[in-house]
């Protein structure tokens, strides 16, 4: 026997529905690569939006037809976002920061049929828009007076010149909900990138649970502001929960250094932003530099790659900001936990309220996980037991697009597919995850696992260390022993025995780093995450002293 319900399918097209007739005057503030503050609001989004689609049907574009865009936070990808999956196409952001030759590979993989771009991404369009075999179209995304007269993109036309002729009346379509919605590329640290595609089905359903209060807790109250690209997982998913329940939105623009972003927390009133650590690091920096304090920010999200402790206290203890660790990847849309604290947790003291709130935190309903050993067996929930980390859930994808790398899952005796993180971690008793390093960055040291996030943690505490990366080099004793290099602060001055014995006492001896490298920049990926790839290869030729 069936339900007796309505069967209405779960499309992103009804969450902009709803924030244009529930909170329509709910704004949507966007600093412009063009370099004004712009103002709309949800329901200007939405009737744009409705042009958006018009405008796509009017190419003739197909059902399910890849609608590429190369942009930064602001409202016109915003528009996109509903009006090209809403009309049934699939969005497909391009991380701009990759190598000219990947994105065209990218696209190309993709079969994107039109790229919609910020003009300060026009140097880039121009390295690869002849080897983009199958775009037809290449919209600029801005207003017709600032298209440039010379671009070298034959037939680019503006956005606004190109959703003008249409109205905001249409009627979006009905279809399965497991139709794809949007896709991003993986980052392609080994091989190709890997697509991630995205059903609307899995979006509305972790757009929900993202929003629910023991995850962002998001609201009609909030005033939001998403520093993770829209280009990156869809900036974690808040531009559908922010529709869903009618939040304000703050767009930064390419405007990410740690003055603008502060500036437009303070300007507008923002309570709830999310990021990378490496920006958090910029505005914290230009925070003290300026004995800065804020006035509205209540708490933020932080992911991408580990937060440092350091970087914890600093927002909780100096700025009475809430800090929610959260950890997912592009293959889980992209959350898979986030930390916040139970009941049994408010009577504890603040120094044990810290301890876990340095934990990547909980499963959200949707998700569900565990650690096994090398043969595949479930360790205990002991906070103590490091395996493999394995999800499975509605918004983990079960295979890439085209088939790329074959069938990633791992069976259970049950025959449930389980998704290989690539990330080693353990779980408490109570549920909450931490990540003690990625299977490939592991450090093996006479038998005995070291966690490269534990030693850089206690380097970036350092108040001379701006970031830390370690790694392993080859030793003939130990088959590998820890080193760390080091970025210091400006104008700080920190020497390799300063630092090595800043590690005493905070983790066990044979842990301690053999030597300290000292650079001028460690390499940063595509998405803010340390490239231990490249790390190792710049520092190829190096030889721990004594061996």
Not at 96 to 115: C, F, G, K, S, Y
Not at 213 to 241: C, E, K, T
Not at 334 to 344: A, D, E, F, Q, V
Request: charged content about 20%; aromatic content about 8%; proline content about 6%.
């Amino acid at each position: 026997m069936l339900g007796l319900m309505q069967d209405q399918p779960l499309l992103i097209s009804s969450l902009i529905e709803f924030a244009e007739r529930h909170n329509g005057d709910a704004e949507i503030v966007s600093r412009r690569v063009e370099g004004d503050i712009h103002r709309s609001t949800w329901r200007e989004i939405a009737s744009r939006s409705r042009r958006v689609a018009n405008a796509l049907d009017n190419e003739q574009l197909l059902f399910s037809d890849r609608i590429a865009t190369l942009a930064w936070n602001g409202h016109r990808h915003l528009e996109l976002y509903y009006g090209v999956s809403g009309s049934g196409r699939v969005l497909h952001t391009i991380n701009p920061r990759l190598h000219p030759d990947q994105i065209a590979w990218i696209a190309n993989h993709a079969e994107d049929q039109v790229l919609c771009f910020d003009l300060s991404f026009l140097p880039l369009v121009q390295a690869v828009h002849a080897k983009c075999t199958t775009i037809r179209k290449w919209i600029a995304l801005c207003d017709a007076d600032k298209l440039p007269a010379d671009s070298g993109i034959p037939n680019l036309v503006s956005y606004e010149a190109w959703i003008a002729p249409y109205g905001d009346t249409y009627a979006w379509p009905s279809f399965d909900e497991n139709s794809a919605s949007s896709m991003c590329y993986t980052s392609g640290t080994t091989g190709n990138p890997k697509a991630a595609l995205y059903s609307h089905r899995s979006t509305l359903l972790h757009a929900y649970a993202a929003a629910l209060p023991d995850v962002m807790n998001l609201s009609a109250r909030d005033s939001v502001l998403p520093v993770v690209p829209m280009f990156h997982v869809n900036a974690w998913g808040i531009p559908y929960s922010a529709a869903l329940t009618g939040a304000k939105l703050v767009f930064p623009g390419p405007a990410l250094d740690g003055k603008s972003v502060f500036e437009l927390i303070e300007s507008e009133r923002v309570t709830f932003a999310a990021g990378v650590p490496t920006v958090w690091q910029m505005m914290l920096g230009h925070m003290q530099a300026n004995e800065l304090k804020f006035s509205t920010l209540k708490r933020t999200v932080i992911g991408g790659s580990a937060c440092p402790p350091a970087m914890i206290n600093a927002f909780q203890q100096q700025h009475g900001v809430e800090v929610l660790h959260a950890w997912g990847m592009t293959e889980m849309s992209p959350l898979g936990t986030l930390c916040t604290l139970k009941n049994k947790h408010l009577t504890q003291s603040q120094e044990q309220q810290t301890a876990i709130r340095m934990k990547q935190g909980r499963a959200i309903f949707g998700v569900d996980m565990k650690i096994v050993d090398a043969n595949g067996t479930d360790l205990p929930w002991d906070g103590k037991s490091s395996g493999d980390l394995l999800v499975k859930g509605p918004w983990v994808v079960k295979e890439y697009f085209k088939g790329e790398g074959g069938d990633p899952l791992v069976p259970d005796e049950q025959g449930r597919g389980w998704f290989p993180t690539g990330d080693v971690a353990t779980v408490d008793a109570d549920g909450y995850l931490q990540i003690t390093d990625r299977s490939k960055d592991v450090i093996k040291s006479g038998g005995e696992w070291i966690s490269s996030i534990d030693i850089e943690n206690i380097a970036v505490a350092h108040p001379a260390v701006a970031m830390a990366a370690c790694i392993g080099v080859a030793h003939p004793k130990w088959d590998e022993r820890p080193i760390v290099a080091v970025v210091k602060k400006p104008g700080c001055e920190l020497s390799r025995d300063e630092l090595l014995a800043f590690y005493a006492g905070k983790t066990a001896k044979w842990q301690i780093p053999d030597d300290v490298v000292f650079l001028d920049a460690i390499p940063i990926g595509a998405t803010g995450k340390i490239l231990k790839t490249r790390l190792r290869e710049q520092l190829r030729d190096y030889k721990l002293p004594g061996v």
